[in-house]
């Protein structure tokens, strides 16, 4: 069965710093690995996908995510981050058994 | 396009009584998949329907059920509710469903026990 690990439940990064939230996963094939953004009170919207090819995928609000296969890790980041970006963040895998399986999410606080 | 819709978005419930929750899928899409979000469980599959069939059932009790309807749109019922359902249910929808494709979420029903 799949699995998804995140390690940082809490980060806290100043406006305007960069961003990276860790994310490895445990999947016996080729794994789909999607991250996704909760802001408070909403449903999760799709920051970006990675399903095969270029293991530098560019997603939504500024946010590159990078698959290392020999890490297992799929690892979200951002070059400079908004007062905006602060929300919960999730990564999931996919798999042929029709759901996702989420990691534990990790809330970021961005402080003036 | 019209996003997931999910009604009604707030319920309080009282310990015993039944809740019926409703989710309209993007137009096109066939796959419906529910999800129940705590704070000590986190994001927890319950099931996926594609149409009309349960293809995968998440590990809760069976008081936890399911429909999907010719029209795509679906249905998840809780009955006997406890204290510990409270939660937020969350309805993804996605055009066929597979592990490759990426989910659309609602804005998710708040459920509260009393």
């Known amino acids: 069965a799949q699995s998804v690990t995140q390690p940082d439940i809490h980060i806290t990064v100043s406006e305007g710093a960069s961003l990276e939230l860790r994310c490895n996963y445990s999947?016996?094939?080729?794994?789909?690995l999607f991250w996704y953004v909760q802001s408070p009170g909403q449903g999760l919207q799709l920051l970006l996908k990675y399903f095969s090819g270029d293991t530098l995928v560019q997603g939504i609000k500024g946010f590159e995510a990078e698959f290392k296969r020999s890490q297992s890790s799929f690892n979200l980041r951002k070059p400079s981050v908004h007062w905006s970006d602060a929300a919960e963040y999730f990564c999931a895998v996919g798999a042929d058994d029709y759901k996702l399986s989420f990691g534990a999410g990790t809330t970021v606080t961005v402080r003036a | 396009k019209a996003g997931v819709t999910q009604t009604p978005r707030y319920l309080i419930k009282t310990r015993g009584q039944q809740v019926t929750l409703s989710c309209s899928p993007i137009s096109g899409h066939r796959s419906v998949s529910w999800y129940q979000q705590t704070p000590g469980q986190g994001l927890q599959f319950l099931f996926e329907?594609?149409?009309?069939?349960?293809?995968n059932k998440g590990n809760f009790p069976g008081r936890f059920s399911g429909r999907q309807f010719s029209n795509s749109r679906s249905e998840m019922n809780v009955s006997t509710l406890e204290l510990g359902d409270s939660a937020l249910y969350l309805c993804?929808?996605?055009?066929?469903?597979?592990?490759?494709?990426?989910?659309?979420f609602g804005d998710g029903t708040r459920l509260s026990i009393l």
């Open positions: 329907y594609f149409s009309e069939t349960q293809r």
């Open positions: 993804a929808s996605s055009s066929s469903g597979g592990g490759n494709q990426p989910q659309h």
């Open positions: 999947y016996g094939a080729t794994p789909y």
